[in-house]
T-cell receptor, first 112, second 114 residues
Framework: QQQVKQSPQSLIVQKGGISIINCAYE??????FPWYQQFPGKGPALLIA?????SEKKEGRFTISFNKSAKQFSLHIMDSQPGDSATYFC???????????FGTGTRLTVIP | ETGVTQTPRHLVMGMTNKKSLKCEQH?????MYWYKQSAKKPLELMFV???????ENNSVPSRFSPECPNSSHLFLHLHTLQPEDSALYLC?????????????FGPGTRLTVL
């Protein structure tokens, strides 16, 4: 059973637009929700993360929105740029656990 | 660079070969991980070493054999692989006892099994 479900699988956005990627989870014990960005030929790199005690976290153009009651969280990329074209993975974990449960990834393409 | 290196970056092997993947981290971390990344599937956690002790083995076939000689190095020994084992193999590291599991990934080894 997949612990974290991610959508859409792929996304095409115009430069300057907003990219939105959604994730949902079932395990209420999860208390750490990171987003990873992966460029071709590279490993995933931590982009931004949130804990469930806040509903939103913003770092530059990247914002995580978190809805604890709905068990959903999303990544918003404002003013999307061609350099943001990459695959984005959401993940979830719980304190003290070794596992990070990843979504299936979203391939984002930002067209000039 | 993330401070996690992997060699080789690309590997082509036959089903009867024996090869090894190497991972090295320069971050002072004490937990290391092997993941398998296949197209359109979530990253699959294969093995976890914490303080040089294997703490997780997610039902990985015995044709994959990990080794962690110290906290900076991790190996994945491969033998008699199948074509469906072709994938990107990622190594990651983190710091144990952190309140959150921030993992740093290497660039991966692209494995092709013929």
């Amino acid at each position: 059973q997949q612990q974290v479900k991610q959508s859409p699988q792929s996304l095409i956005v115009q430069k300057g637009g907003i990219s939105i990627i959604n994730c949902a989870y079932e395990n209420t014990a999860f208390d750490y929700f990171p987003w990873y960005q992966q460029f071709p030929g590279k490993g995933p790199a931590l982009l931004i993360a949130i804990r469930p005690d806040v509903s939103e976290k913003k770092e530059g153009r990247f914002t995580i929105s978190f809805n604890k009651s709905a068990k959903q969280f999303s990544l918003h990329i404002m003013d999307s740029q061609p350099g943001d074209s990459a695959t984005y993975f959401c993940a979830a974990s719980m304190t003290g656990a070794n596992n990070l449960f990843f979504g299936t990834g979203t391939r984002l393409t930002v067209i000039p | 660079e993330t401070g996690v290196t992997q060699t080789p970056r690309h590997l082509v092997m036959g089903m009867t070969n024996k090869k090894s993947l190497k991972c090295e981290q320069h971050l002072g971390h004490n937990a290391m991980y092997w993941y398998k990344q296949s197209a359109k599937k979530p990253l699959e956690l294969m093995f976890v070493y914490s303080l040089e002790e294997r703490v997780e083995n997610n039902s990985v076939p015995s044709r994959f054999s990990p080794e962690c000689p110290n906290s900076s190095h991790l190996f994945l020994h491969l033998h008699t692989l199948q074509p469906e084992d072709s994938a990107l193999y990622l190594c990651a590291s983190s710091r144990v006892w952190e309140s959150y599991n921030e993992q740093f990934f290497g660039p991966g080894t692209r494995l092709t099994v013929l």
